[in-house]
Nanobody, 119 residues
Framework: QVQLVESGGGLVQPGESLRLSCAASGSIFSINVMGWYRQAPGKERELVASRTYGGSTNYADSVKGRFTISRDNVKTTVDLQMNSLKPEDTAVYYC?????????????WGQGTQVTVSS
């Protein structure tokens, strides 16, 4: 089993930045891909960004150029740097980890952290 713990959510104003962090523990040797999903009220959960052990990244079109995912394979942490935040970025952000090539169907989930962008 793998446990994922997120930190770094909060309330910011439009245009500001926020950094989310996720630490994995447990059977971390099995993890290939880590990343972030988000779910806004009344909407489906969507993949925001992911990064494989080898460094390949994937971003949702809505965050390209604003969000950056980074990963420390030794510490097994994954961070999401979010710049130029918009009100539509408001959501619960979930850390996710997978055993295979992509994060379409994660094997593990964190508990979620709230990000609110509002003036």
């Amino acid at each position: 089993q793998v446990q994922l713990v997120e930190s770094g959510g909060g309330l910011v104003q439009p245009g500001e930045s926020l950094r989310l962090s996720c630490a994995a523990s447990g059977s971390i040797f099995s993890i290939n891909v880590m990343g972030w999903y988000r779910q806004a009220p009344g909407k489906e959960r969507e993949l925001v960004a992911s990064r494989t052990y080898g460094g390949s990244t994937n971003y949702a079109d809505s965050v390209k150029g604003r969000f950056t995912i980074s990963r420390d394979n030794v510490k097994t942490t994954v961070d999401l740097q979010m710049n130029s935040l918009k009100p539509e970025d408001t959501a619960v952000y979930y850390c996710a980890a997978g055993l295979y090539a992509d994060l379409v169907h994660p094997n593990y989930w964190g508990q979620g952290t709230q990000v609110t962008v509002s003036s």
